[in-house]
C-alpha cells in the first residue's frame, strides 16, 4: 500500500474518529468518503472507530501513514484495557465483576437479587453509554482555544462530565475539525460545573492519563482501583431501594448531599451506563458530592441502628492518631535528678531526739523504739554494745 502524502500527526489524547476526520479533511473529502477510498470502509460510525475498530484498519492506517499501531490503539477506547476497562467485548458476568470488586456501602448480594431492569449483559460495557446514537459529548471552550480542534478519546466514555481545566459541563455536539468556533454555543450556552464534579473529574482525568490518582490527603490510588471503585459508589448510589438493607440511611445522607432527595429524577432505569445524558449528570452530581465528603471524613457512614462503627472506602483520609500512642515517638524521659546522701545513724538519732524533744507525741513513739528495736540494735552493732557498756560503767 501507498504511503498518504498528506498525514497530519495524531494530537496529544486524539480519538481515532477525530484523527480520521482531519486526514479526510485535509484532502478535502467527507470521512465516509476518504475512508471508503484509501481502506474500504465506508460504514464505521464514529463510536465504532473510538471503541474498537478492526485490527486489518489499524494496520493499513500505520503502513499508509507511518503511525504506530501501538499509538493507534491507544487513540480507541480499547486502549483502556484491561485496566480501566476488563474487554471492550460484551460478556455475561462482566456487569457483576466490575461493579463488585471495590464496593463501599451496600451489600452486594442483594444487588442481583432479582433481575435488573432493562440490562443486556450482551451488549453492557462499563461506562460506555448504551445510546449509539448519542453523540459524544466534547469540551467546547477546550475546541475553541485548540489551534487545531480536536476530540479528546477520555471524552467517548461517562466516566466525565465536565472539563476540570475549564470547569464547564461536556455537552454532545457533532464534531468536525473545521467547526466555525463561534458556533460552538449557537445552540446551548454553556454551563458550569459544581466544585465536587470538578474535582472528581479531575481525578478520574488523572486515572485516564496517568494510570493513577493522588487524592488530596496524599494518598496514590491505581487507575485499576479508582475506576471500578467509582463505578461500583455509582451503582450503590443508584440501584432500587430494595437492594440497599441497613446502607439505604447513607445512601440518602449521600443525596441530601447533593441537594437532592433519594433517587430523585432516575426513573426506573437503574444502569448507569443506559441511563439518558440527563440522569448520568444527577447519579455523578451526587457520587461527586459523595466523594468529596469521604475524602474530607464529614460524611457519615454508619449503617442503620448502629452507633460506634462506620462503613470505610477506599476514599476515606488516613486514620488521625494522637501523638502520644504513635509507636515511632519515644515516651519523654524523666528530668535526671542526683540522689540525696545518705545520712548517719549518729544524724538520724538526733533528727529523732530532736523531734521528741518538740512533741510528746513523738517522744512517746521513740521510747517504744528503743523499748522493742533497741536490743536487736545493739546486737547486731558491736561498737553500739561497748558505747552502752560505757555509758553504764559505774563511776
Known amino acids: ?82 485496566l480501566v476497562l476488563d474487554s471492550v467485548a460484551p460478556a455475561e458476568g462482566v456487569f457483576a465483576t466490575y461493579i463488585s470488586q471495590f464496593p463501599s456501602f451496600a451489600s452486594v448480594e442483594k444487588r ?50 465536565c472539563c476540570p481545566d475549564h470547569h464547564e459541563m461536556l455537552e454532545a455536539q457533532f464534531f468536525q475539525p473545521g467547526i466555525r468556533r463561534e458556533n460552538l454555543y449557537a445552540f446551548t450556552p454553556p454551563r458550569a460545573a459544581s466544585r465536587e464534579v470538578v474535582a472528581l473529574d479531575r ?53 441530601k448531599a447533593a441537594g437532592m432527595s433519594l433517587h430523585e429524577g432516575l426513573g426506573l432505569v437503574r444502569v448507569f451506563e443506559i441511563m439518558s445524558a440527563e440522569q448520568r449528570e444527577r447519579a455523578f452530581a451526587v457520587a461527586a458530592a459523595a466523594v468529596d465528603r469521604l475524602l474530607e471524613g464529614s460524611l457519615d457512614t454508619r449503617p442503620a441502628n448502629v452507633k460506634y462503627w462506620s462503613m470505610s472506602t ?6 488521625k492518631h494522637p ?8 515516651p519523654p524521659g524523666r528530668a535526671h535528678t542526683q540522689p540525696a546522701p545518705a545520712k548517719t545513724w549518729g544524724e538520724l538519732w538526733e533528727a529523732a531526739v530532736a523531734a521528741a524533744k518538740r512533741s510528746p507525741l513523738e517522744a512517746y513513739h521513740l521510747r517504744q523504739l528503743m523499748i522493742w528495736n533497741l536490743e536487736g540494735y545493739v546486737r547486731s552493732h558491736p561498737s553500739s554494745r561497748r558505747a552502752r557498756a560505757t555509758s553504764h560503767k559505774p563511776d
Open 323 to 330: 501523638e502520644e500512642d504513635l509507636l515511632s515517638r519515644p
Open 314 to 319: 477506599i476514599f476515606d483520609p488516613p486514620p
Open 203 to 255: 481525578l478520574t482525568l488523572q486515572a485516564v492519563t496517568g494510570g493513577s490518582v493522588l487524592l488530596p490527603h496524599g494518598r496514590v490510588i491505581s487507575a485499576v482501583v479508582w475506576m471500578r471503585a467509582l463505578r461500583s459508589l455509582i451503582d450503590e448510589l443508584i440501584r432500587p431501594v430494595y437492594t440497599l438493607a441497613r446502607s439505604k440511611q447513607i445512601i440518602v445522607r449521600a443525596w
Open 112 to 161: 442481583f437479587g432479582r433481575a435488573i431492569c432493562r440490562l443486556n449483559e450482551g451488549d453492557w460495557l462499563p461506562w460506555i453509554p448504551g445510546f449509539s446514537r448519542e453523540q459524544p459529548p466534547i469540551c467546547r471552550k477546550c475546541v475553541a482555544q485548540d489551534s487545531i480542534p480536536y476530540r479528546r478519546i477520555y471524552w467517548c466514555a461517562a466516566w466525565m462530565t
Open 1 to 82: 500500500m501507498k504511503r498518504l502524502p498528506i498525514h497530519p500527526q495524531p494530537l496529544p489524547n486524539e480519538a481515532l474518529s477525530s484523527w480520521i476526520y482531519r486526514l479526510a479533511d485535509s484532502y478535502g473529502l467527507p470521512s465516509s468518503t476518504f475512508m471508503e477510498r484509501a481502506f474500504g470502509y465506508a460504514h464505521l460510525s464514529d463510536q465504532q472507530l473510538d471503541l474498537a475498530p478492526p485490527a486489518d484498519l489499524l494496520m493499513a492506517l500505520a503502513e499508509r501513514t507511518r503511525v504506530s499501531t501501538s499509538r493507534l490503539h491507544s487513540m480507541t477506547l480499547a486502549g483502556y484495557t484491561p
